[in-house]
């Protein structure tokens, strides 16, 4: 099992020439998620590579506009592609409404369903689940209604050890996919073969954590923990902590505060704010306190095994 996060946008709401706002897409056991869209995405898209057939889901943190501005545009495109499958769109309730109003008032006919889950919760639900991956929300705290999201495989089959499997000739082949759930045997005679003598387990599943726009919030470290890897913002650096706290974000070291205390496998960190000419006090300052951590940087992909 693999998963690879692709950063379309990793910079925070005023325009720059070389960088996008807020967008990312995570492939993971054979589904391409977008996560939140900011201005551009659509060209980010193209520009990277992705197909935007693939894209059957798309999660929405909050109502700012450098996290979801672009994704009418991206709507419309898909309209223009012939698009016929239906898009399911998880956001904050308002979305909804808003896009409604754009294509109402612009007279855009799209031609596919679109799906909208509305979130207004505060705590943690499941928002999304097949056989492969469940996705959750993670309760934020900024100046408006936020989410993160936590994507989590769902674990593989256990492996057939064949060679202990022949020495118990009662096990036939219409058994193992028994075995492969995990199942005990039980034999003609009562007695019981333990599944951990008969297979191999799993690989452990692997969990990618998305916190968005945040205030420095501890109450969050038990839904991502143990994460394989987490993007966490991280606006401003701790010089300028008050402005954080102001803004509702976080800095680079309270992100790798967070990383540490839930014990993640690497931080990625972005949402940069434009008062910085460059990010290396961001990155330094968050390896004091967590090691493994990079910044976020438009294009760049991170593929954990």
């Known amino acids: 099992m693999s998963f690879k996060l692709t950063i379309l946008g990793s910079h ?8 996008a706002p807020t967008a990312q897409v995570l492939e993971i ?24 057939a693939k894209i059957n889901h798309i999660f929405i943190s909050h109502l700012h506009g ?26 904050p309730v308002g979305l909804k409404a808003i896009i409604e109003l754009q294509l109402q008032v612009s007279e855009t006919k799209i031609g ?16 999304f689940e097949d056989k492969n991956v469940e996705v959750y929300t993670i309760p934020l705290t900024h100046r408006i209604y936020t989410n ?19 020495q118990y000739p009662e096990i036939q082949r219409c058994d193992y996919f028994n075995l492969k759930k995990g199942k005990d045997f039980v034999q003609s005679d009562g007695s019981v073969i333990a599944n951990e003598i008969l297979t191999l387990p799993p690989k452990k599943p692997l969990q990618y954590a998305f916190c968005s726009d945040t205030s420095y919030q501890p109450r969050i470290i038990p839904l991502i923990k143990n994460v394989d890897l987490l993007y966490h913002e991280a ?8 402005l954080a706290i102001k803004t509702g974000h976080a800095t680079a070291r309270q992100a790798a505060q967070i990383a540490k205390k839930a014990k993640v496998g690497k931080l990625i960190i972005g949402h940069f ?25 438009d294009g760049g992909t991170i593929i954990v095994n």
């Open 29 to 52: 056991k054979n589904h391409t998620f977008l996560i939140d869209c900011g201005e551009g995405t659509q060209i980010q898209l193209r520009k990277f590579k992705i197909s935007f």
């Open 66 to 91: 450098d996290h979801f501005f672009g994704l009418i545009g991206m709507l419309s495109s898909f309209g223009l592609l012939s698009r016929t499958k239906t898009m399911y769109i998880y956001a």
């Open 148 to 166: 993160g999201f936590l994507f989590k495989e769902k674990p593989d089959l256990h492996n057939l050890c064949m060679e202990r499997i022949l």
């Open 112 to 127: 596919f369903p679109i799906e909208f889950h509305e979130l207004t919760d505060s705590k943690s639900l499941l928002i």
């Open 273 to 297: 704010s434009n008062r910085y000419r460059g990010f290396h006090d961001h990155l330094m300052e968050a390896r004091k306190v967590f090691e493994n951590t990079e910044l976020a940087s």
């Open 235 to 242: 606006t401003f650096t701790s010089k300028d902590e008050e």
């Open 12 to 19: 925070s709401a005023t325009p720059r020439v070389d960088a």
